[in-house]
């Protein structure tokens, strides 16, 4: 089976503008979580998707949302970036649960400006 | 926020040697994971133990749990350069509704 793939990899943003990122889950998975990872945060969950649906949200501000396809590619947005939302953005899939064995894309590194 | 804490933060041994990570929790958990991620890229699953199970082995890999400390450990024997990465914990929240990483701890294998 096809991993996780995530896209863009690579993401330069400058303040207030917005951000798109993808992630496709493995066949037949479900599940799909995001993660932020940072130095100084190490790695936050920021929200889970099940069948379209949001099932569970991390401490995130309001500016990051996301949504999940019929065919279970999410996306994630960000509007109104800041500076301290320049991260690494991680996608996982599982097939149910998300405490599950999480099986993560290379990620999108988002740098804001 | 409950969370795992890796010790040590780094480690630096040379190949052939074993090293040894640990990982503590503050609250009840169903399982607890190990995960590796070299420099930036995406996670890789290691191991998965449950509560109710005290030692799991995979090639070489060897984790330990004990409930009643709160803590695991990870060993990974007969170390190579290819295992240089930082490896996390991680155990799922009290509600059962998220994953909670730890920091990590940086392993450096020199040759």
């Not at chain 2, 030692?55 to 695991?72: I, Y």
């Amino acid at each position: 089976k096809a991993g996780v793939t995530q896209t863009p990899r690579y993401l330069i943003k400058t303040r207030g503008q917005q951000v798109t990122l993808s992630c496709s889950p493995i066949s037949g998975h479900r599940s799909v979580s995001w993660y932020q990872q940072t130095p100084g945060q190490g790695l936050q969950f920021l929200f889970e998707y099940f069948s379209e649906t949001q099932r569970n949200k991390g401490n995130f501000p309001g500016r990051f949302s996301g949504r999940q396809f019929s065919n279970s590619r999410s996306e994630m947005n960000v509007s109104t970036l800041e500076l301290g939302d320049s991260a690494l953005y991680l996608c996982a899939s599982s097939s149910d649960r998300n405490t599950d064995t999480q099986y993560f894309g290379p990620g999108t590194r988002l740098t804001v400006l | 926020s409950q969370q795992g804490e890796e010790d040590p933060q780094a480690l630096s041994i040379q190949e052939g040697e074993n090293a040894t990570m640990n990982c503590s929790y503050k609250t009840s958990i169903n399982n607890l994971q190990w995960y590796r991620q070299n420099s930036g890229r995406g996670l890789v699953h290691l191991i998965l133990i449950r509560s109710n199970e005290r030692e799991k082995h995979s090639g070489r890999l060897r984790v330990t749990l004990d409930t009643s400390k709160k803590s695991s450990s990870l060993l990974i024997t007969a170390s190579r350069a290819a295992d240089t990465a930082s490896y996390f914990c991680a155990t799922d929240n009290q509600a059962g509704t998220a994953l909670i990483f730890g920091k990590g701890t940086t392993l450096s294998v020199s040759s």
